[in-house]
């Protein structure tokens, strides 16, 4: 059972909005603004998408957006697009053991 | 652009031990970072194994930690993983990332991944 708790699957139509969710605890999401978000195509690697709850790496587009509140950190993506169907995990760090957390992932199928 | 490489066996037999090693280019292990091992199991999720700093520092998922044993090698800009006792449920694309402590512990750059069975 994964630390934090993601939709196991989320769709829309091109052009669209989504928004994926990843609920965590007081001991990691709720009290850190360490939050990330990776994104994962078919076969391949995890790449990270957005980190420190909404900052996006360099190359990311602005169709992507992260936020928080309390527990729960979001996922938007916005004007879908065919390329953007994968997997999505979320990503805390914690002050438990482990320091950091993934989520269980959440498929997004693009209709 | 840092890179990373993943090798090492893709079939282990059960109760023996996983390694694999992790080259890194484009970016000297030396000068900071962690780098870590990520693993998935196929159709499942992402789990944390385990992370090491330039210095040699450890740190590892409890739930794994009696079987596991990361270490660098500065001078051919490498880290390796080792897994000891494995059985089916170790089966999975194991990865290797930079990690990003300063910023909240994210993976910024990841290897390929390479497939570990676990079967005899």
């Known amino acids: 059972q994964s630390a934090l708790t993601q939709p196991p699957s989320v769709s829309g139509s091109p052009g669209q909005s989504v928004t994926i969710s990843c609920t965590g605890t007081?001991?990691?999401?709720?009290?850190?603004?360490?939050v990330s978000w990776y994104q994962q195509p078919p076969g391949t690697a995890p790449k990270l998408m957005i980190y420190?709850?909404?900052n996006r790496p360099s190359g990311v587009p602005d169709r992507f957006s992260g936020s928080k509140s309390g527990n729960t950190a979001s996922l938007t993506i916005s004007g879908l697009q065919a390329e953007d169907e994968a997997d999505y995990y979320c990503?805390?760090?914690?002050?438990?053991?482990?320091?950091?957390?993934f989520g269980g992932g959440t498929k997004l199928t693009v209709l | 652009q840092v890179q990373l490489q993943e090798s090492g066996p893709g079939l282990v037999k059960p109760s023996e031990t996983l390694s694999l090693t992790c080259a890194v280019s484009g970016y000297s292990i030396s000068s900071g970072y962690y780098w870590g091992w990520i693993r998935q199991p196929p159709g499942k999720g992402l789990e944390w194994i385990g992370s090491i700093y330039h210095s040699g520092s450890t740190y590892y998922n409890p739930s794994l930690k009696s079987r596991v044993t990361i270490s660098v090698d500065t001078s051919k800009n490498q880290f390796s993983l080792k897994l000891s006792s494995v059985t089916a449920a170790d089966t999975a694309v194991y990865y290797c990332a930079r990690q990003n402590a300063a910023a909240g512990r994210i993976f910024d750059y990841w290897g390929q991944g390479t497939l570990v069975t676990v079967s005899s």
């Open positions: 420190e709850v909404s």
């Open positions: 990503s805390s760090y914690t002050s438990s053991s482990t320091h950091v957390v």
């Open positions: 007081s001991s990691d999401v709720g009290s850190y603004n360490r």
